[in-house]
């Protein structure tokens, strides 16, 4: 597995609570576990989510460690932040920041990128900082013309059930829903990922396939060309993931 880390204090974004419920300031935060399978072996993914200690941006923290490994020494972190609003009477995410560190191949050379939605020029701002002479300085990407949802793809679940749109499609028997991800890793993200355009945005697809036994409802994420397979429970929370072309299967760990 590529390895990729961030070096962010937690603490200044999330509650100082651990598990789930609130802490003592009121905010509240969950974290979950999941077995991540992909072609170099198996690992364990920690997700973290909950609302930042001075505001009431929505905060996604990703962390893969090694199967049996210290959640301090993680082997990838990453942090996606985006703040609550309305989109024509829609609720939604709207992307803010990302910060992402990254080192090739257990390289011990640190590839930076940090994100930041600049509103006033309907773009996104981003810094690098690596090795690599073209993964240096700063550069201003436009967001695609038009509107609507946009999600950081460490995001995807959260941001897509804060529209409503799992529910209603279940209600239906039948829904899709299309709106733009954001590489929150990008540029390195596409030296990882098989067949992924070198873009930023992705415009993408999200099917209401069936409902299983046991509660779980399958939802089919097309992305560039290619499919991933999620199983939500009935609060809409991830139990499975599967992106077959990229040989990546996560699944939830028994509480």
């Given amino acids: 597995m590529k390895i990729l880390t961030i070096l962010i204090i937690l603490s200044v974004l999330l509650a100082c609570s651990s598990g789930g419920g609130n802490s003592k300031s009121g905010i509240s935060r969950t974290r ?10 198996k690992f364990t993914m920690i997700r973290e989510t909950g609302k930042a200690k001075k505001s009431n941006d929505f905060v996604a923290v990703t962390t893969i460690v090694p199967l049996e490994g210290d959640e301090k ?25 990302s910060n992402y560190f990254i080192w090739f191949d257990d390289s011990k050379e640190k590839y930076f990128t940090k994100m930041s939605v600049n509103i006033a020029t309907r773009s996104i701002d981003v810094s690098m900082k690596s090795p690599e002479e073209k993964w240096n300085g700063k550069r201003s990407i436009p967001f695609p013309e038009g ?109």
Wanted: glycine content about 6%; hydrophobic content about 35%.
């Fill in 32 to 41: 979950k576990y999941y077995e991540l399978t992909d072609h170099s072996g």
């Fill in 73 to 97: 020494k993680p082997l990838e972190k990453s942090i996606t932040i985006s703040t609550p609003g309305m989109l024509n009477k829609i609720p939604v995410y709207r992307p803010r920041i």
């Fill in 147 to 255: 509107s609507g949802v946009f999600c950081f793809f460490n995001q995807i679940i959260e941001c897509v059930k804060r529209t409503n749109f799992f529910q209603e499609a279940i209600k239906q028997g039948d829904g899709n829903m299309n709106f733009h991800i954001i590489w929150d890793g990008y540029p390195y993200v596409q030296e990882q990922l098989l067949g992924i355009p070198d873009r930023i945005f992705e415009p993408v697809t999200l099917v209401y396939e069936k409902s299983e036994k046991k509660d779980l409802y399958q939802f089919t994420l097309k992305v560039a060309g290619q499919v991933i397979f999620y199983f939500l429970d009935k609060n809409f929370n991830l139990v499975k993931q599967f992106w077959t072309t990229q040989g990546v299967s996560i699944i939830k760990k028994v509480d």
